[in-house]
């Protein structure tokens, strides 16, 4: 499985919502799959998961602000990301687990996109 992401950029508090997508070569409709974020000087943490039977779970950072869907398909996977402010700032990673259960812990995770900068500004 390759990801590869994209949507990220710079933006300002306020500004309308950002969709980070990560697309795969293939159907991944059986694994779990997850956005991480680490900014600068901190770990890698998982922000939200959707597991195989749609199930999701979100970080209490985020609960309420980002939502995380996939398409039809099964190929390309969405973080919206409302009400953004600069702790929000991070290098954003999307990442498959093939066991397709919800799991938070970024050790879990096989596969892994390149990563897409998102930065705001206050």
């Known amino acids: 499985v390759h990801l590869l992401e994209s949507g990220g950029g710079l933006v300002r508090s306020g500004d309308p919502p950002r969709s980070p997508c990560a697309a795969s070569?293939?159907?991944?409709?059986?694994?779990?799959m997850c956005w991480l974020r680490q900014a600068p000087g901190k770990d890698r943490v998982s922000v939200a998961v959707a597991a195989w039977n749609s199930d999701t779970a979100y970080a209490d950072s985020v609960k309420g602000r980002f939502t995380i869907t996939r398409d039809n398909a099964k190929t390309t996977m969405y973080l919206q990301m409302n009400s953004l402010n600069p702790k929000d700032t991070a290098v954003y990673y999307c990442?498959?687990?093939?066991?397709?259960?919800?799991?938070?812990?970024?050790?879990?995770?096989?596969?892994w996109g390149q990563g897409t900068q998102v930065t705001v500004s206050s």
């Open positions: 990442a498959a687990d093939w066991r397709g259960n919800i799991a938070t812990m970024a050790g879990r995770y096989d596969y």
């Open positions: 070569e293939r159907p991944v409709s059986t694994y779990a």
